[in-house]
């Protein structure tokens, strides 16, 4: 099995279109939902999407989230500065036995 | 509304215990899992356990299998983190979060910063 891997960093002007990858294994995404994480520093991190692209009251139709085999994006489009903050995916891992979730993206915005 | 409220930060030696805890509030506390999540200074996520407080059902994940212990109290609404003997890698913010099984953890604490340090 393979915990997700997310790219250390991302970034985008104001405005902008960026997407955060989480490539997983058959034993979490692949066969789990895939969920996204928003933490800005300093405080709990915040649900963004669940299952298939929802996401909570609150959280802008900028965010996106989709899924394809064992892999996962985020995507962010018209990004803006209060969007800086570290990303996570989560997925149920079948052989583990536990939530799983990758390690993370810093998005900063230019 | 949805409260999960931990206990405060600590500061602690090597060696000591330490039990921390994650009083839920707002939804009734038996039909949720219950996770704890370490992040280390600077460092991502990690998912260290589940519990359910319905059954007492409770998954480490296999790196902190033994190194900590996950209980609840169903009558206090509380769910509990537990070391025996503590290390300085235990310095970390602890974060539990209330699972939704269609929406994930739909809500969080706001994480109990333990510090170990001789």
């Known amino acids: 099995q393979s915990v997700p891997t997310q790219p250390p960093s991302a970034s985008g002007t104001p405005g902008q279109r960026v997407t955060i990858s989480c490539s997983g294994s058959?034993?979490?995404?692949?066969?789990?939902?895939v969920y996204w994480y928003q933490q800005v520093p300093g405080a709990a991190p915040k649900l963004l999407i669940f299952?298939?692209?929802q996401r909570p009251s609150g959280v802008p139709d900028r965010f996106s989230g989709s899924k394809s085999g064992t892999s996962a994006s985020l995507a962010i489009s018209g990004l803006r500065s209060e969007d800086e903050a570290d990303y996570y995916c989560?997925?149920?891992?079948?052989?583990?036995?536990?939530?799983?979730f990758g390690g993370g993206t810093k998005l900063t915005v230019l | 509304e949805v409260q999960l409220v931990q206990s405060g930060a600590e500061v602690k030696k090597p060696g000591e215990s330490l039990k921390i805890s994650c009083k839920a509030s707002?939804?009734?506390?038996?039909?949720?899992?219950i996770v704890w999540v370490r992040q280390m200074p600077g460092k991502g996520l990690e998912c260290m356990g589940i519990?359910?407080?319905?059954?007492?059902?409770?998954r480490y994940s296999p790196s902190f299998l033994g190194q900590v212990t996950i209980s609840r109290d169903n009558f206090l609404n509380t769910a509990y983190l537990q070391w025996s003997s503590l290390k300085a890698s235990d310095t970390a913010m602890y974060y539990c979060?209330?699972?939704?099984?269609?929406?994930?953890?739909?809500?969080w604490g706001q994480g109990t910063l333990v510090t170990v340090s001789s």
């Open positions: 707002g939804y009734s506390f038996s039909e949720h899992w």
């Open positions: 989560a997925s149920w891992d079948d052989s583990l036995g536990i939530w799983v």
């Open positions: 299952g298939y692209n």
């Open positions: 979060a209330r699972h939704e099984p269609t929406r994930g953890f739909d809500y």
């Open positions: 519990v359910h407080p319905g059954d007492s059902h409770i």
């Open positions: 058959s034993s979490n995404i692949g066969g789990n939902y």
